[in-house]
């Protein structure tokens, strides 16, 4: 049996006005767009709908725009991008703001991405043992094993160096659709190694706090979230108590109906609806 009705977008924007939309998964994987994902995003602005996309990304939700108008994604397909990397640097700044040293950070990414560090003016350092904050963003899981990345970061985790995660995803898609431990994974195993870890974007409250703050108070039962994790991004609107429509793409793709019911219950988060994938 499905955990939830089955339905496609042209009834869900009968039904809300606001669209809280996941990339990976949704809308991309790793490399491409997903067929008919653009024309969707268009026909939901098209609508009238407000869209926003709301991303497990340590990097910053401009960034993240222009990487999908070079796969092809027409930018007048989406309000605002929002990521928990710009929720990540919001309290962050604040709460380094007016220091006299500059902070000295690690940061474990994909790509060498140190985009945080340097939004926040922090000197980068490739040595945990004299890091003074730890940032983890991505992952290169898929060839750099988790007990690398936990020899890495022991040093910075025995001294109790905060660690900032800015991607909870513990799992990531990458080429070919294959599934690799995500940065989620490398917190946790920060965690495990007795080092205190801060969490931002999807399930926690606080980007879809700064999600709401863009939009021009809607009430939160013409709201819609959508994504492929039930994890984070289901789990995610349950908290927020915002409706929500799990795609049967990207994260879960192969799972069946009886473990995804298992994997929602673990979570105590079913979604509202489903749908077999982000088109029109």
Request: proline fraction near 4%; charge should be neutral; charged fraction near 25%.
């Amino acid at each position: 049996m499905s955990i939830a009705p089955h339905t496609n977008l042209a009834a869900l924007a009968a039904r809300y006005d606001v669209f809280l939309i996941d990339q990976f998964g949704v809308l991309r994987d790793d490399e491409h767009a997903y067929p008919g994902a653009n024309e969707a995003l268009l026909y939901l602005k098209k609508l009238g709908k407000t869209v926003v996309i709301l991303s497990n990304s340590g990097r910053s939700g401009d960034y993240n725009a222009e990487r999908l108008v070079k796969l092809g994604f027409d930018r007048a397909g989406f309000d605002h991008f929002l990521t928990s990397g710009d929720v990540a640097h919001d309290i962050l700044a604040r709460k380094t703001a007016g220091g006299t040293e500059r902070t000295r950070c690690l940061t474990i990414s994909s790509g060498g991405d140190r985009n945080l560090a340097d939004r926040l003016g922090f000197e980068s350092v490739k040595d945990a043992r004299i890091a003074d904050i730890v940032i983890v963003s991505g992952s290169e899981a898929e060839k750099v094993p988790l007990s690398i990345y936990r020899l890495m970061l022991e040093p910075a985790a025995q001294r109790g160096v905060p660690c900032y995660c800015t991607n909870p995803d513990r799992h990531k898609l990458t080429t070919g659709g294959r599934v690799a431990p995500g940065a989620g994974s490398i917190a946790l195993a920060y965690q495990e190694l007795g080092g205190p870890v801060r969490w931002f974007g999807k399930p926690y409250p606080a980007i879809y706090e700064h999600a709401q703050s863009l939009l021009s108070s809607p009430a939160s039962d013409r709201i819609i979230c959508i994504g492929d994790s039930l994890e984070h991004d289901i789990a995610g609107a349950v908290r927020a108590s915002l409706a929500s429509c799990l795609v049967r793409t990207g994260i879960l793709a192969k799972n069946s109906d009886a473990e995804l019911a298992e994997i929602a219950d673990g979570y105590g988060a079913r979604p509202d609806f489903l749908m077999d994938r982000f088109k029109i």
